[in-house]
């Protein structure tokens, strides 16, 4: 899924996702899976934009595969997170979670939006392609998961999955 033109409709994929009241706050595209954060203004909300965003995402992979059939073969994961650590916690699996996967030296993922991610300890470059991740609207979104530890740092090392 990380090859260019794999990720290329994936990243299309997740920015057309973002419609209110369902949004895709962050995102990472791994080898063989795809990790997100997101919000939701109502639970309805929240399932009827995960069921259009894994069937957007698998249409755009088999037209770009030239397969048909399933691509998913597992219901997604979710955890509602409450707490600001739970929020920086996840937000540093999924932004650094390919130096877990791939064995990375410390650096921002060109595959996942921490190309359009402000809160990094250290400055850089901007990503030139067009925001396609939503501004979070929550305050543990926006604001509150800085109170547990500040700004990102692209050394730290996502250890496990967020607890359920």
């Not at 979710?78 to 540093?92: D, F, I, N, S």
């Amino acid at each position: 899924m990380r090859a260019e033109p794999t990720f290329s409709v994936l990243k299309r994929a997740l920015g057309a996702s973002n419609r209110l009241p369902f949004r895709v706050i962050h995102f990472s595209v791994q080898l063989d899976h795809v990790h997100l954060i997101v919000e939701a203004d109502r639970q309805i909300a929240l399932i009827r934009g995960l069921q259009g965003l894994a069937i957007r995402c698998a249409r755009a992979i088999n037209r770009i595969t030239r397969h048909r059939g399933p691509v998913w073969c597992h219901r997604y994961y979710k955890h509602e997170l409450g707490t600001p650590r739970e929020v920086r916690q996840a937000m540093t699996y999924v932004l650094l979670n390919f130096r877990k996967h791939l064995r990375a030296a410390p650096a921002v993922d060109p595959r996942s939006s921490g190309v359009w991610f402000e809160h990094w300890q250290h400055a850089f470059t901007p990503s030139v392609w067009p925001r396609l991740v939503a501004t979070p609207h929550t305050w543990l979104g926006a604001i509150g998961w800085r109170r547990a530890g500040g700004a990102l740092d692209v050394s730290e090392m996502p250890s496990r999955r967020p607890r359920r």
